[in-house]
Structures are given as C-alpha cells and as structure tokens.
C-alpha cells in the first residue's frame, strides 16, 4: 500500500510536559490534513472537537475567525492555517521530505487549485441551498471541479502512486480530505468516471492506518490527548 503508517520521527512527550492543542472538527477536511500531518510527524497533541454552533470560548479568545483548525502551541504561540499548522509539524525534522517534496512547484500548484477554484466548484455543487444566486447549476460547477483538479490528479498519478512520486508527501494529505468530499456527493456517479489511478490513491488512503487514526471520533467536550493512548 503506498499510503503512510503511522511513523513517528519525534521524540515523545516528557510526562506532565504541556502539549500542543488543536481545535478541531471531525468532519472539517482542513482539521483533518492538519491532525494527519500532526500525526505523521510522532507529535503528542490534545484535540478539542468544536460543536460548530456552540464554539468554546477559550477558541474565541484565541482567534478571531474561530474557524477550525486552530493550534495553540506550548509557548502561547497559535498557529490558524491549515497549511501552516502542516508545516510547523512537517518542516523540521523532515528526514523523510514530507514537506521538502510538498514543495516541488507541481504540488505547491495541485494545493492552490484545491483550496482555491476546486473548493469553489465543490462547495456550489454540493451545497446548492447555499448558493442559491450562482449563475451556473450544481453540475455545472460540479463539471468545473472535476476539470481544475481531479483530472491533473488522474495524470499525476498514472505515473506515479504518490503525488511525492514513489513516496507520499504533504501535498497527498493537504488535497486528500477535499477529494473525498468530493467522492462521497455522489459516489454512483464518481464511480463511473475515468479516474482509475485517482480512485486507486483515494481507496487507499481511506484504509491507511494514518487516515483511520485521523478520523478517531472524539467527544464534544474537554481536550482529548490525540491519538488517545
């Protein structure tokens, strides 16, 4: 299988040793690259899981778009961005280049596309009843997400199992979560599509010990030391 297993690179925490805090949401697909890439790299965290309509206030007092994911580190420091709470986590050490092949100019253009126009296309697709001003129909954006990124996936990976090449790298979590929404709008449909190298990556990583540990349904309350012990 070419997606990870859960290979810690970090020395574990000292015992009492205050650890980094991430707010999250099961379902958030930025929460999840970020708990993945917090769990790729061996870092003990506590996970708070956000009720959406009843935020914690110590959230609030941390960030003022109370958005999640959120990580409050150690030295008070709080990190808002998904990318960015990937790379505090992936960039030092990165003996195995998770980040460093993240960066190679065709992935680092595989994000932009994914945050940007195929999170456009797939949000108006998905959720019609919120954008019901949109000049295009749901499967006309759905036509456009399906062009802006999954058929470059498709021939990324015709060649190559991992968007890092033979290994995966950051860049393989960062658009993983999205490309599952994607999938599961109208998985009948996405079946049919000639997508066999992409549905392969996709399948994969939804097995992978890395993905499963990600998805550990915490409770709506209190901070929870991720993966739990």
């Known amino acids: 299988m070419h997606a990870s297993t859960l290979t810690s690179h970090a020395p574990p925490a000292p015992p009492g040793a205050q650890l980094p805090r991430l707010y999250t949401f099961r379902r958030c697909p930025y929460a999840m690259r970020a708990r993945?890439?917090?769990?790729?790299?061996?870092?003990?965290?506590?996970?708070?899981?956000?009720?959406?309509?009843?935020?914690?206030?110590?959230?609030?007092?941390?960030?003022?778009?109370?958005?999640?994911?959120?990580?409050q580190l150690p030295d008070g420091g709080v990190i808002e961005e998904s990318w960015d709470i990937m790379r505090w986590a992936l960039v030092a050490p990165d003996a195995q280049g998770w980040w460093a092949r993240a960066q190679w100019p065709e992935n680092l253009d595989l994000v932009r596309r994914n945050d940007g126009d195929f999170k456009h296309h797939l949000d108006r697709w998905k959720y019609p009843q919120r954008h019901a001003n949109e000049s295009l129909t749901p499967d006309a954006h759905r036509d456009l997400a399906l062009e802006v990124l999954l058929r470059p996936l498709e021939a990324r990976l015709h060649s190559a199992p991992c968007l890092g090449g033979?290994?995966?790298?950051?860049?393989?979590?960062?658009?993983?979560?999205?490309?599952?929404?994607f999938a599961a709008v109208e998985p009948?449909?996405?079946?049919?599509?000639?997508?066999?190298?992409?549905?392969?990556?996709?399948?994969?990583w939804l097995v992978s010990p890395l993905f499963v540990a990600c998805m550990y349904k915490l409770p709506v309350e209190g901070a929870t030391r991720f993966p739990p012990l």
Request: aromatic share 8%; proline share 7%.
């Open 36 to 71: 993945m890439a917090l769990l790729q790299a061996g870092i003990a965290f506590e996970a708070v899981e956000v009720s959406l309509r009843n935020k914690p206030a110590s959230l609030l007092a941390l960030s003022a778009k109370a958005t999640v994911p959120v990580l």
């Open 166 to 181: 033979t290994t995966p790298c950051a860049t393989d979590l960062a658009v993983l979560p999205f490309v599952r929404q």
């Open 188 to 204: 009948g449909w996405f079946a049919t599509l000639d997508l066999p190298s992409l549905r392969s990556w996709l399948d994969g």
